[in-house]
């Protein structure tokens, strides 16, 4: 109760694990193939910082349990070594029964090195990150990302406005579960965004207003007011003019008060 056990690698606990109202921690590299309950109290604390542990029978992720998970590297990419992973081979299955009301913990640490807390050297608040926490050979159950709460009271990292969230993902979509890191632009970033985009429709309204001045309308005009090119004779001896037209212009001939329109 309360106590403290670890598997090296390269070795297998098949004992029974129980727990009773004081809980335990569970670490080190070694692989687990009993059926695990983490419950209240009781915590996951993989490898040597980090680390890897492997599991090969029924894990569960009960209310009020929790997984310290260590970060070393934000962008180096190895589960195990740049960041703490959990491992659920064979047969083993994990099931979260943790719920929204009581959920399971994810405890955030940041290494400035091997065993030693601090500032994690590669990550940056503006950076977007996912490193994978745990991965099965059989689908994951109970999964909701409401069913986990996220404590960086042990990152010492700053996280700016940047938000943390775990996600299912990998082959089938539910075999491995990951936390994610995504900035979230400040205040001031939104406005400049914002006025951006306003400049933007701005531009495009003058566009179409300038298009719509440009556009030549060509109304009829009497034929009276248009300039002579030369005289001719009509057939009534009456002398009349020739224009040159445009369509819509409209052609009246006086000495017959005959309207036409081209």
């Known amino acids: 109760t309360g106590g403290v056990l670890g598997v090296n690698s390269g070795v297998t606990l098949a004992n029974t694990i129980s727990f009773g109202t004081g809980g335990g921690r569970l670490g080190g590299n070694g692989t687990w193939a ?11 604390a993989p490898g040597d910082s980090p680390g890897t542990m492997t599991f ?26 740049s960041h703490d992973t959990i491992v659920v081979s064979g047969g083993g299955t994990l099931n979260i029964t943790a719920t929204s009301g009581t959920p399971f913990n994810l405890n955030l640490i940041s290494l400035s090195s091997f065993l030693t807390a601090g500032n994690v050297s590669d990550f940056s608040d503006l950076g977007t ?15 909701a990302s409401s ?6 009271g042990g990152f ?13 993902g990998g082959p089938g979509g539910n075999t491995e579960l990951f936390l994610n890191f995504t900035p979230i632009p400040e205040p001031s970033t939104w406005i400049l965004l914002a006025a951006g985009a306003g400049l933007l429709a701005v531009r495009g309204l003058r566009r179409r207003v300038v298009r719509r001045r440009a556009r030549v309308v060509h109304a009829p005009r009497r034929l009276q007011d248009r300039r002579p090119t030369k005289d001719a004779m009509g057939t009534s001896g009456s002398t009349i003019q020739s224009f040159r037209f445009q369509r819509g212009d409209v052609l ?6 005959a309207d036409a329109c081209l």
């Open 56 to 81: 090969t029978g029924a894990l569960t992720w009960a209310p009020g349990g929790s997984y310290d998970f260590e970060l070393l590297s934000a962008t180096g990419g190895v589960p195990g070594t």
């Open 34 to 44: 009993g059926p695990i309950a983490v419950g209240t109290n009781v915590f996951l």
């Open 156 to 168: 010492s990292n700053s996280t700016g406005v940047g938000v943390f969230s775990v996600s299912l």
């Open 129 to 143: 990150y996912s490193w994978k926490i745990a991965a099965t050979a059989n689908a994951i159950t109970g999964f």
């Open 252 to 257: 009246r001939l006086l000495g017959n008060s």
């Open 147 to 152: 069913n986990f709460a996220i404590n960086n």
